[in-house]
């Protein structure tokens, strides 16, 4: 099974810096890599998928990049409301348990 | 709009047995595949299991096979999750997904969530 690591687990930041998330894949998952968000209490919500396609209402300061095993979330500019976990997920090799990383948590 | 709204979550011992529904509306719910994906108290995502659109084909998580089955009747927009022998670790909140994609072998992504509904597995 492809294994997914996020790092950092994770991550203080103020308002208005930019921010990156790393989500290694153990082995190649070509471009099938989404994004999700979820703030607290809440369910989870769709960010970008096929690494980089931003979801219909998700803001560009919102980008995703990578290929292969190594993919990036990058928050331009931090607003008071991107305070979530976030999760990579690969959809390349499945049915998979492991199809979702374990989550970068971002605080202020 | 996509609306999924998840029912059935509740309090059970050990054991014991549960189904969750899913009541899927804003869509032709026909065309999609669906998943279970749950999260523990505090903890991440754990996809649970898929079926495809027009449910021949299933598909579960080591810890589900065996002890839960998904289903869906097309006819009444509604999926559904049949639980047996819960164990404490299936405390969660469990969400129903759906997925562009029809089938239950090649995802795409997951694009809309339900509110979820907790299951406790307590004694």
Redesign the interface.
Known sequence: DIQMTQSPSSLSASVGDRVTITCRASQYISTSLNWYQQKSGQAPKLLIYSVSTLQSGVPSRFSGSGSGTHFTLTISSLRPEDFATYYCQQTYSVPSMNTFGQGTKLEI | QVQLVESGGGVVRPGRSLRLSCAASGFTFSKYAMHWVRQAPGK????VA?ISYDGSNK?????AKGRFTTSRDNSKNTFYLQMISLRDDDTAVY?CVRDPKGS????????S????TLVTVSS
Do not use: H, K, P
């Not at chain 2, 991440?44 to 996809?47: A, D, K, Q, Y």
């Not at chain 2, 239950?104 to 694009?111: A, H, I, P, R, V």
């Not at chain 2, 969530?113 to 979820?116: A, D, L, R």
């Open positions: 991440g995502l754990e996809w898929v598909y579960y998580a080591d810890f969400y239950s072998t090649s995802w795409m992504y997951f694009d969530w339900g509110q979820g």
